[in-house]
């Protein structure tokens, strides 16, 4: 008797993180230790930027409106810095095959740009200059 094989039949690919998780060599700890070691400084501008600083201000609207309390890092930029800690870069493969990718769509989108130019040339050409 065959046995039957069960198959899935909506497996996903996987994302983008998950492949990185997976590719991890393991010389990838010297980096993380000199990223670590340029991040200390970061870490001591973002605590700072944790605070909130209060500064008197005189006792009229203009005062009221200026003395409310606010973080010297806007809320933007904690949220921005927190999505940038998620990217993942691509490895050398990957960067060189997009880098290629993008110089062929450049260099076709180039020539058919030229192709039309030369036609619309021509067409404007004898339509114009012929009258």
Do not use: C
């Not at 940038?84 to 880098?99: D, Q, S």
């Not at 020539?111 to 039309?116: F, N």
């Amino acid at each position: 008797m065959e046995k039957a094989v069960a198959v899935k039949k909506n497996s996903k690919k996987p994302s983008v993180r998950e492949r990185a998780k997976k590719t991890r060599t393991p010389g990838s700890g010297r980096i993380r230790k000199s990223t670590a070691k340029v991040a200390q400084p970061l870490k001591k501008a973002h605590k700072f930027g944790q605070k909130e600083y209060h500064l008197p201000l005189p006792d009229n609207k203009l005062g009221r409106l200026l003395s409310k309390r606010g973080r010297l890092v806007p809320k933007f930029f904690k949220e921005a810095w927190a999505e940038i800690k998620l990217v993942t870069w691509p490895n050398r493969r990957e960067t060189y095959r997009l880098t290629v990718a993008v110089f062929v769509f450049a260099l076709v989108f180039g020539v058919l740009v030229a192709l039309l130019d030369v036609g619309l040339d021509k067409v404007f050409k004898e339509v114009i200059i012929k009258r």
